[in-house]
Nanobody, 129 residues
Framework: EVQLVESGGGMVQPGGSLRLSCAAS????????MSWVRQAPGKGPEWVSA????????YYADSVKGRFTISRDNAKNTMYLQMNSLKPEDTAVYYC??????????????????????WGQGTLVTVSS
C-alpha cells in the first residue's frame, strides 16, 4: 500500500521548536521529490517547503525561510521538517506529499491541474502560549 504517515505534531509555545517526520512506504521513496504543505484553520492550503530526490536541492516559502529546515533520509524512507522560532501563525495541519516532479509539488496549492501522487493524512501543530 502506498502511504505517507506524518508524526511529530503537537502544541508548543511561541519561539519553540518541533520536528515533523513523514514516513513513506509502498513506493520507491528515493525516486520521489517531497514537500510539506500546511492548512491553517479557516484558510486554504499553503505550500511550505520541498526537497529533491537526493536532498541536494531545497526550497522554502518566504513565510518560513530561515526558521524551517527540510531534510530526508532515503535509507529510512523518511522526510523531516525541523521548525524553529515557531509563531502562532504557524498553527496548522501539516501534510507531506510525494511526486516524481518537483514542480508539481511546488505549485500544487495554486494550480488545480497539479496534484501530487501521494498525500499523508496530516499532523496538527499548534503554537500558543
Amino acid at each position: 500500500e502506498v502511504q505517507l504517515v506524518e508524526s511529530g505534531g503537537g502544541m508548543v509555545q511561541p519561539g519553540g521548536s518541533l520536528r515533523l517526520s513523514c514516513a513513506a512506504s509502498g513506493f520507491t521513496f528515493s525516486s520521489y521529490d517531497m514537500s510539506w504543505v500546511r492548512q491553517a484553520p479557516g484558510k486554504g492550503p499553503e505550500w511550505v517547503s520541498a526537497i529533491s530526490t537526493g536532498g541536494g536541492s531545497t526550497y522554502y516559502a518566504d513565510s518560513v525561510k530561515g526558521r524551517f529546515t527540510i531534510s530526508r533520509d532515503n535509507a529510512k524512507n523518511t522526510m523531516y521538517l525541523q521548525m524553529n522560532s515557531l509563531k502562532p501563525e504557524d498553527t496548522a495541519v501539516y501534510y507531506c506529499a510525494a511526486d516524481p516532479v518537483l514542480h508539481t509539488l511546488v505549485v500544487a496549492t495554486t494550480d488545480k491541474d497539479k496534484n501530487p501522487e501521494v498525500w499523508g493524512q496530516g499532523t496538527l501543530v499548534t503554537v500558543s502560549s
